[in-house]
């Protein structure tokens, strides 16, 4: 029984750490209060009054405490709504990520397993590119979770006042390599970086820069930008 994930989902997982916290706390803004329904065979999900194109990511038991792929689902496999987690399965198998490209994962011996569950989601979305994922009850012992693909959810932009806050939650998820947290987040977006032992610099569009330099242990030890001087 595993009580910890894979050093390769571990890597994978740090490159999305960052820039899916930034996503999720956008679409936690965009999503009403609400009851939500699904209707898995069109793709769509709607919560009060925003209705959007999901596909499903997958499914966890809470009393068995395990996740299951939604390609996997004996009764969905092949349907369009698992095309998504199809995907996933692919980049699984192409790089080695056990989690990934097998049906499901037992993650009763986690400390959390609910956490567990929510991070297998997070890379999930990573790899998709999602901006964000949402997940619901589905019955008294199963959550379920989806990620949006539609126009009307787009991908939060990079914003240099929140940047720090987000590389900093990123690097505190898995606490595995802030390295690898800063390098994904700015790989999400598109920003190119000059990469060192310990320090990375991020170079932004408009000319503004930043640094983010590491301690010894590996550790985010400062976040510095320079504003452009066009």
């Keep these: 029984m595993n009580s910890t994930f894979t050093d390769a989902f571990l890597r994978a997982a ?3 750490a960052a820039w899916g916290a930034e996503q999720l706390e956008a679409l936690g803004h965009r999503l009403p209060r609400g009851p939500w329904t699904a209707d898995l065979d069109q793709c769509v999900y709607q919560r009060a009054d925003l209705t959007m194109r999901i596909g499903l990511l997958g499914t966890y038991d809470l ?3 395990t996740w299951l792929w939604g390609w996997a689902n004996p009764g969905l496999g092949g349907s369009a709504v698992v095309a998504a987690s199809e995907r996933i399965a692919e980049f699984g198998r192409a790089n080695g990520v056990s989690e990934l490209q097998n049906p499901g994962v037992e993650l009763s011996g986690f400390g959390d ?3 567990a569950a929510e991070t297998l989601a997070l890379v999930g979305m990573g790899v998709l590119g999602a901006p964000g994922y949402i997940g619901e009850p589905a019955g008294p012992g199963t959550r379920v979770y989806f990620a949006p693909d539609d126009p009307q ?6 914003d240099p006042i929140t940047m720090p806050r987000f590389l900093l939650t990123g690097a505190g998820v898995l606490q595995h390599s802030a390295h690898d947290v800063v390098i ?3 790989a999400h977006h598109g920003v190119p970086v000059e990469v060192a032992a310990d320090r990375i610099h991020a170079h932004f ?12 242990l590996g550790r985010i030890a400062a976040i510095n930008a320079t504003a452009s001087r066009r």
């Design 153 to 158: 959810i787009q991908p939060a932009a990079l």
């Design 63 to 65: 009393a068995e405490q």
């Design 184 to 186: 994904g987040y700015f």
């Design 113 to 115: 397993p609910r956490l």
């Design 205 to 216: 569009p408009d000319g503004s820069t930043a640094e983010i330099t590491f301690d010894v």
């Design 14 to 16: 740090e490159r999305h």
